[in-house]
């Protein structure tokens, strides 16, 4: 088409794609330009408004690199990391969570009962739980990849005083689906808001904060992976988290327990005396139909 206007700049658009496209890559880009272009008409946006917003891609991705992308961050602060994920989710497994960027590959294994948190000072916390699948069947073997910051609030990957596998281990469930650690208390943190991502959240009065959390993938041959986070029911932005990653199952009390009362098998039975917290969180795996 010749003539092109705003007001059939879209049906142009989609006019354009080859005869061999794939169906569902037409579907997907004649959605996107629809609303690129609903939203510039309904905005008004201006040319400088418009190019604003290349800079700041341009800005994205020039501070992106292996360990900070900044384009995941911004479908994180705009809730579209969540919505795809809530999309996708299986309504009888543990709900799914962002992953982040601070997850690592090889993880060092942590034998039940471990120590995560190694000479770091902090409030110990006792986690365990099963596996299980939707029946309430236990997974033996199911692996659970685990992450955290250190009490300072940053990843190993962020903070070269840490080594890379500090708040990171691999777990594997017993005969009876269990898994069962001993870390510090997981703290509140900013994400990275020293980029455009921060220029974004300033711009609308948002605050970079996350309620703490401990970062979990549980997974088990013939089921689905979870890719999740446990939150505790006290935790200031709960109710505010800047990637929208909290769901109702995966808040949980932390247990304030007496001093005495810690438990035997632990590589800490015996060295914590005083008061201590704990959190029982079970997991629900369900089964994959591709396996
Ligand atoms: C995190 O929880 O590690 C995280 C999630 C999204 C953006 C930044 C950090
Ligand atoms: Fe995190």
Redesign the pocket.
């Known amino acids: 088409m010749r003539t092109v206007t705003k007001d059939n700049i879209t049906d142009v658009f989609t006019s354009y794609f080859g005869e061999d496209t794939d169906p569902r890559v037409k579907e997907v880009m004649t959605s996107l330009a629809r609303h690129l272009h609903d939203f510039a008409k309904e905005t008004q946006l201006t040319h400088d408004e418009w190019r604003k917003g290349l800079e700041f891609l341009e800005w994205a991705g020039n501070i992106t690199t292996p360990e900070r992308n900044e384009f995941?961050?911004l479908s994180?602060?705009l809730g579209m990391?969540s919505l795809v994920d809530m999309m996708h989710s299986e309504p009888d497994a543990t709900s799914s969570s962002?992953?982040?960027?601070?997850?690592i590959s090889n993880p060092p294994a942590l034998p039940i009962g471990g120590d995560m948190k190694r000479d770091y000072e902090g409030d110990v916390l006792l986690v365990q739980g099963t596996v299980c699948d939707k029946r309430g069947n236990p997974i033996v073997g199911a692996t659970l990849d685990i992450?955290q910051?250190a009490p300072n609030g940053l990843?190993s990957s962020q903070d070269e005083e840490q080594d890379i596998h500090s708040f990171h281990a691999l777990m594997t469930t017993d005969e009876n689906g269990r898994y069962a650690f001993t870390t510090v208390r997981p703290v509140s943190y900013t994400?990275?808001s020293d980029g455009p991502v921060g220029q974004i959240l300033d711009a609308v009065g948002r605050h970079p904060w996350?309620p703490s959390?401990l970062?979990f993938i549980a997974g088990a041959a013939g089921f689905r992976n979870v890719v999740t986070?446990v939150f505790p029911d006290d935790d200031p932005y709960l109710d505010q988290d800047?990637?929208f990653?909290v769901r109702e199952d995966l808040v949980m009390k932390y247990l304030q327990q007496p001093a005495g009362s810690f438990p035997d098998g632990f590589d800490l039975s015996g060295k914590v005396t005083g008061e201590y917290l704990q959190v029982d969180f079970d997991f629900v795996l369900v089964d994959d139909p591709a396996a």
């Open positions: 995941v961050l994180d602060v990391s962002v992953l982040g960027p601070f997850h992450w910051t990843y994400v990275p996350r959390h970062h986070e800047t990637v990653g």
